[in-house]
């Protein structure tokens, strides 16, 4: 059985010199039991040609707009409809730049705008052009508009350079695909009717009135877990820390700065039937709050005293009345990530931890993906590949799901 079975997938090849890796993920992609329809670019035509990619996905491939043939036997509307995914491979700066702005000059960017299935993106270009502010705000429009991305690597590209911008290998590829059909929530319904309460971000805790302690939390984890809670159906409410993430589509979001206020705002909005506690909440707080900003002196740099905030998962957890009938919490760890979320668990009186790597060298923190271990009550482990963060938060919300639904 392969792990695609019956899946469709329409490929985009842009125009790039990894449009040839394109000819090995039909490849990879078939072996794995999808079946792949292809549309070239006119780019695309230059490195490889629309008979090479019919020969290997067995179906003819797709180049025009106005295509007679084409419009009579399937159509771009059709195009955009009839698969399971869209993958475009290499997406090029060109490419997301259409994506982004909405330009339909095209076949492949015409499909691009009419479809409503899971788009995944493997952009190829040359360094400077991945780099560019420009590429980097369409790819950021991309993503708030709920588009999963699979590379650039690094490594060596086709100019003899090296840096960011080289495609993810087929391999690669087919494993984002995986991942994005495989979390999907089933048309919005998995959660309907159901109340999900997230915190994100991080706190911040005044020092005095123009100063605070912080973390590195960038709410990108919780955010995502709002959202995709959203997209199945679930009531959601976010209550978020300060962070620069745009607020997600339908969700309530109740916006905090320090661990006490998080804390009434989760309690003003209970009852839920899950809550999720993503935020990395500020262990501590400074002491002895002045009113005015603390000025340099002849004593020297002032005593920070810290008192300890509540832990606002331990507290809802534990409540007796009142209390979701699932709560999940994280645990955001530099080292022995396991034996310590399992100590979390028992701890706090969650259901389940999401526990992470957070050192340095993963660029979790504040990063797009996540590599996470799932942990339940009964001492169950489940390790997930690395991830984008969207993806964990999809496949969460299907396992939450799962959880709450009674036989
Ligand atoms: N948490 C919370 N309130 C706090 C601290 C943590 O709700 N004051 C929640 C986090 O949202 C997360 C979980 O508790 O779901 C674990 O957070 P983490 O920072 O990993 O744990 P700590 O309680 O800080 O434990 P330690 O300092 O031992 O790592």
Redesign the pocket.
């Known amino acids: 059985m392969g792990t695609l079975d019956g899946k469709r997938v329409l490929l985009v090849i842009g125009g790039g010199i990894a449009a040839y890796k394109s000819l090995d993920l039909i490849r990879r992609l078939r072996e794995r039991g999808a079946s792949v329809r292809c549309v070239l670019t006119k780019g695309a035509q230059e490195f490889v040609t629309p008979l090479a990619a019919a020969s290997l996905s067995g179906q003819r491939a797709h180049t025009d707009l106005f295509d007679r043939a084409d419009e009579a036997d399937i159509g771009h509307i059709r195009l955009a409809r009839d698969a399971d995914a869209v993958v475009v491979a290499p997406a090029t700066a060109n490419t997301l730049a259409r994506m982004a702005g909405g330009h339909a000059p095209d076949l492949a960017s015409t499909v691009l705008l009419a479809t409503t299935l899971p788009i995944l993106i493997a952009p190829a270009m040359n360094v400077r052009m991945w780099l560019h502010p420009a590429t980097q705000r369409n790819l950021a429009l991309l993503k708030g508009d709920g588009i999963a991305v699979v590379g650039p690597n690094v490594g060596r590209m086709a100019e003899a350079e090296t840096g960011p911008g080289r495609m993810a290998e087929p391999d690669e590829i087919a494993d984002a695909v995986e991942a994005l059909l495989a979390g999907r929530p089933d048309g919005g319904t998995l959660l309907a009717g159901r109340h999900l309460l997230v ?1 994100s971000g991080p706190t911040h805790e005044p020092i005095d009135p123009v100063r605070y302690l912080a973390n590195r939390s960038s709410g990108k984890q919780g955010h995502a877990i709002a959202a995709a809670a959203a997209a199945a159906g679930a009531r959601v409410t976010l209550v978020s820390g300060p962070v620069t993430l745009p607020d997600p589509l339908g969700v309530t979001v109740v916006r905090i700065e320090t ?1 006490r206020e ?1 804390l009434a705002a989760v309690e003003a909005a209970l009852p839920a039937d899950i809550a999720v ?7 501590w707080r400074p002491a002895n709050l002045g009113d005015e900003k603390i000025k340099k002196g002849p004593d020297g740099p002032p005593p920070l005293g810290l008192v300890e ?7 809802i957890a534990r409540r007796r009345e009142g209390r979701p009938p699932l709560v ?6 530099t080292t022995e990530v396991i034996a ?1 979320a399992r100590a ?1 668990i028992a701890r ?1 009186g ?1 259901d389940l ?1 999401v526990a992470n790597d957070v050192s340095t060298a993963t660029g979790v923190m504040g990063g797009d993906r996540n590599s996470v271990h799932l942990i339940g009550r009964d001492g169950s482990l489940e390790t997930w590949p690395v991830l984008p963060k969207d993806e964990v938060a999809r496949r969460l919300v299907v396992r939450l799901a799962a959880l709450t639904t009674t036989p």
């Open positions: 915190t661990a998080m506690f993503a935020a990395a909440v500020a262990d905030n509540p832990d606002i998962l331990a507290t999940v919490g994280f645990a955001a760890e310590h979390k706090k969650c931890i």
